[in-house]
Each structure stands twice: as C-alpha cells, then as structure tokens.
C-alpha cells in the first residue's frame, strides 16, 4: 500500500465499492467505481467493462456516452495487447502496459489508431475471469503529461484487486440481467398491425437491444465496414455477417447500412 495514501482517499474508495456493490445498473455500478478508483491510483480515467470469449467487449460508460469506447468495442478491442492476453489464456491477471511491451508498442496499430489519437500515454489493466466464457476487466489509464505508472502502483492496484473483483462480478450479473431482460421483452413484443400474425419482435431503436455480437457488427457497420470486411476482421464467413446485419436491421427498424450510419448518434446513446 502506498504511503502516501491518506485516511479521506481510502475512505471514499471505500465509500466508492460499497456503492457500487450495490448499484442498480451497469452505469451506476461504473459511475460509482471508477469515480473511486481515479482517486485511488491517481489516474485520468478508469475503465472497466466485459471480455466475452466469442470475441467480443462491452466497456460501460460512466458518466455519459464515451465515444471512445464505442471505437473500441466495435473494432479496436482486437488490438489490444491486454486483450491478446485474455484470448490465448484463461489465468486472471494484472500487469503494467509496459510488461507487454516489446519495445515497439509505438509501432503497432493498436498505438496508430486508438492509443495516440486519445491521448492516452500509460495503463495498468487487470483481467478476472467470471465464468467460462466470461472476463471483467478494469484499466486505469494515464494520458500524456502524465508521470508513467510505477512499481507502487502497480502494487496498489493488486491489493484492490479483490474489491475490483467483487464489482466487476456485480457488473457482470447487472449487465446479463439487462441482455435476458431486453431479449424477453423483445420476444413479447409483436408489430400490431391489423390482421397480422407476425410472431417477430419489434425492432428496438437502441443498439442496447441488440445481442453482443450484433453490436459488435453494427459497430463496424457504423465506421464503414462491408460484410467481407467484417468477415475478415472477426474471423467469420461472410454468409454468418449478412445474416447478422439483417438481424440488426430488423431489430432496429432500418432497411439499409445508410439508414444505420444516418442514426448512428441516436443509436449510440
């Protein structure tokens, strides 16, 4: 533990957990915890949200729409070292960017595309596995100007990791209640119209309504992306893509990827 902390920063990390602990929405129980945690560790923002094993991330917004983590759960969460990590092994783990740096971070697209343009100049990221198919993660970040994290940081940010867990955990069970939820009422949900039969859900006018994945594929969608080269940058067939961007039309009540790209400010929030 640091020995600088004092008595009012542990106690409104304290304050922060127990609040989160109990929060009643994914962007409560962010809000209240990473309010906590910038304090804690000194940091510009932190992170935190869900690795899903069938490749995709959900990072949760705190205090309001973040574009940033819009990019990077649509695309950019691929090339990320820390996501690398998570995909080649099932351990839990906690560690300075510069333990996977090889020297030539600068270098990668990763720093090209995401990294720079935000601005963001250091992280310390901790990964906990929840299930077979699931990860929590947390990220305190540095932006440039800012004094790289050092080996006291990183110690402080693993004698938090149970609290970091028991919220990323609560996290966990928040946002799968939401998806269960939204898929029941989507399923209870008919178009009305006279006469019809139609057994389809309504489309909902929220990307939250869709799946992970259709998310993750409207995402794409959004930034310009065709059904081959969503294809290819998700490791799937183009047949599986297509089928999935129809679901999203459907879901959301559009006929085109124009129509998705002109309501992607509506969509998003």
Request: charged share 25%; glycine share 6%.
């Amino acid at each position: 533990m640091r020995p600088d902390l004092s008595l009012d920063q542990l106690g409104r990390w304290s304050h922060g957990v127990a609040a989160a602990a109990t929060a009643a929405s994914p962007q409560e129980i962010s809000a209240n915890f990473t309010t906590a945690a910038r304090e804690l560790l000194a940091s510009d923002r932190v992170y935190i949200g869900l690795y899903l094993r069938d490749f995709s991330s959900v990072t949760i917004d705190d205090h309001g729409p973040d574009r940033w983590n819009r990019d990077y759960d649509a695309r950019i969460y691929r090339q990320d070292p820390f996501f690398r990590m998570f995909a080649s092994t099932r351990r839990d783990f906690l560690l300075p960017l510069a333990a996977l740096d090889a020297g030539d971070f600068r270098r990668t697209a990763y720093y090209r595309d995401f990294y720079e343009p935000s601005e963001s100049f250091d992280e310390i990221t901790g990964v906990f596995n929840l299930d077979n198919a699931t990860a929590g993660y947390v990220t305190f970040l540095r932006r440039q100007g800012a004094p790289a994290f050092d080996p006291a940081d990183v110690a402080l940010a693993e004698a938090a990791s149970g609290a970091t867990r028991l919220v990323l955990e609560r996290l966990w069970r928040q946002w799968r209640a939401e998806e269960r939820s939204g898929e029941r009422g989507r399923i209870q949900e008919h178009c009305g119209k006279p006469g019809c039969h139609c057994d389809d859900p309504l489309p909902s006018p929220r990307l939250s309504r869709l799946s992970a994945r259709e998310r993750q594929i409207a995402g794409l969608l959004i930034n310009g992306g065709c059904a081959k080269s969503i294809s290819r940058s998700l490791s799937i067939s183009s047949g599986t893509v297509r089928n999935h961007i129809k679901k999203v039309y459907r879901k959301l009540g559009i006929h085109s990827q124009v129509e998705l790209m002109a309501a992607a400010r509506d969509l998003l929030m």
